[in-house]
């Protein structure tokens, strides 16, 4: 996964939906919940990100 491409392409506003189906697409046997949460794999190995898009101070 090319952390560039994902901040570059995939950073617009309320963006959380588009990053969340990009990063299902790179793992294995992705699934996601009712709130939209990615969810890949099994086993005692969790890997947590927020997705969010923060801008810059003015």
């Not at 969340?20 to 890997?47: C, I, K, M, Q």
């Amino acid at each position: 996964m090319d952390p560039v491409r994902l901040l570059l392409e995939l950073s617009p506003l309320t963006g959380e939906g588009v990053r969340g189906e990009f990063v299902a697409a790179h793992l294995p046997r992705a699934r996601r919940d009712g709130l939209g949460n990615v969810w890949a794999g099994e086993g005692s190995v969790l890997l947590l990100a927020h997705l969010d898009t923060v801008l810059p101070p003015k």
